[in-house]
């Protein structure tokens, strides 16, 4: 199994989610997050006061799903959520090693 991490802009989120829809994805976690990469940040304006906002508004998506479903989801996420512009995010893939369902004790693949 393999957990999916993605950081992308919170107005393509919509977009993402219907994306892994179409491929089979149940379920998700979604988190509102904040941060900066090669972004950085930016200068905004307040009331005629220049000041700066180092860490920009993202949203990070986890995903639990079958090492055969895994490039699938990546492909998505990643065709849902890009614009060609900096900033689109990245997307991670790690190992998962078990799942448990609290509710019926199931484990592994069938507890995703």
Do not use: C
């Not at 304006?45 to 949203?59: H, M, N, S, W």
């Amino acid at each position: 199994m393999k957990k999916i991490e993605a950081i992308i802009k919170p107005f393509k989120l919509d977009e993402v989610k219907d994306a892994l829809n179409e491929i089979g994805i149940q379920g998700m976690t979604v988190t509102e997050v904040k941060g900066f990469g090669r972004q950085k940040g930016h200068t905004e304006l307040y009331r005629g006061a220049e000041y700066v906002v180092d860490f920009i508004p993202k949203i990070k998506i986890e995903i639990v799903t079958s090492d055969a479903l895994a490039p699938k989801v990546v492909s998505a996420v990643e065709s849902a959520a890009k614009t060609g512009k900096i900033g689109d995010g990245k997307i991670f893939v790690y190992p998962v090693e078990d799942v448990y369902r609290i509710r019926t004790g199931e484990r592994g693949e069938a507890a995703v």
